[in-house]
């Protein structure tokens, strides 16, 4: 009898397309099962879907291809949040990687560095930064040949080549590290942070004028400046540091002075010339610059100038220097003591220092020593990058200011 009624209960259970039907032993052991174990398989029942992903049960499609088709799906499915870790890991990667392939396309194709002021192109579109293009034209000034680009070999000047004023906005924009504290920062604010705002920066103690010799970076040149020993010293220790200073100033002063003196003169008088550039007769041809004859207190002169003092082959040297002397192109009678000095003149772009020079002229005596012209360069000193700027141009325009004193 009970086992008709254990076959009647299980007759009138609603038959099921999808579920196999339970007999009396399958049937107590479900009933035995946990709670979670009967909910989920409730729950996967009331789908109407057995032995189904719950990964697909949404997409219908298995995992695999399912990340396949959305990739930010198994990243935002992950415990943690560390698939948004890990792209945005990734999209900053893609930008550093991005960022370094724009700026070797931008780069110079001599110094393979970014431009910092102007940058130019040749025909064929081979950039070049202001400074290299300039050394170029010099030194194809200095070998008496034709400049050409280093890439493709074709002509360059500067009525040929032109401005790259795309490539120059572009680069501004990109990030560059800081050389004091390895931070990037766009190229255009880079100048400006690593002289003005970087915190590693390299610093002089504000006693360096009294013999302190600290060097260091800017964050701690307040805790150096508070225990430094130099404010202590006695004054015939920080004498010496004190003497050193002293000299530059007396230098300083008495160029001052010497100007003063000379625009008191009687006689003066200044040239605005230009320089041109020629070549020796020598079995290797030598540059030289020479300007033509101007009158000065009645005689004839003639301004001269050579590269590195006529060194066999000045194109081989990084560091180069222009010399100039005066010439007296006319017979004088009496002696004549002339101080002077070139400068930038209204027709003139060239950067140059002021340095006054005397010579002695008479019958025998009618050319000067060959002296330096101070050009200042920000770099180094030495004024090698301003020497290649003139020396790119076509011809040197200064003004030339002469003194004579009346014995």
Known sequence: MSTVESSSSAVQQPP?????????????????????????????????VVGVPLDTQNSGEPPAKKQLLDPNAASSSSPGGGGTLSSAAAASGTHEKLAYRISTALCCAVCLDLPKTAMYQCQMGHLMCAACFTHLLA???????????????????????????????????????????????PYKSLERH?????????????????????????????E???????????????????????????EEKKMFNTLIDLLSYEKIIFNDLQMKPYRTDEYVHKLFYETARFSAFNQQWVV????????????????????????????TSTPMSIHFFALKGPFSDMKVSTQIYKHDFTETSTESDYYVLPLPDGTGGTGSSECNRMLANKGINFRLLMFLLNK
Not at 20 to 45: E, V
Not at 307 to 327: A, F, G, K, M, V
């Open 224 to 250: 150096h400046e508070r225990n430094c020993l130099h404010p202590q010293k006695s004054g015939y220790e920080v004498m010496a540091a004190l003497e050193a200073h002293d000299v530059l100033i007396k």
């Open 139 to 185: 030194d194809g000034r200095l070998r008496d040949q034709i400049a050409t680009c280093p890439n493709c070999r074709v002509e360059i000047s500067k009525s040929t080549a032109s401005r790259n004023l795309a490539v120059e906005k572009a680069a501004s924009e990109l990030p560059s590290e800081c050389q004091f504290c390895n931070k990037e920062f």
């Open 304 to 331: 001269k100038a050579r590269i590195n003092n006529s060194q066999r082959d000045p194109h081989q040297s990084n560091e180069r220097t222009i010399t100039y002397q005066l010439i007296l192109k006319t017979k």
């Open 194 to 222: 690593e002289q003005h705002e970087c915190q590693e920066r390299p610093t002089k103690c504000k006693y360096h004028r009294i013999g302190c010799q600290w060097r260091g970076p800017f964050h701690e040149t307040t």
């Open 16 to 48: 099921s397309s999808t579920l196999p039907l339970l007999g009396d032993n399958q049937h107590s052991a479900m009933a035995s099962t946990s709670s979670s174990t009967a909910s989920a398989s409730s729950s996967s029942s009331g789908g109407g």
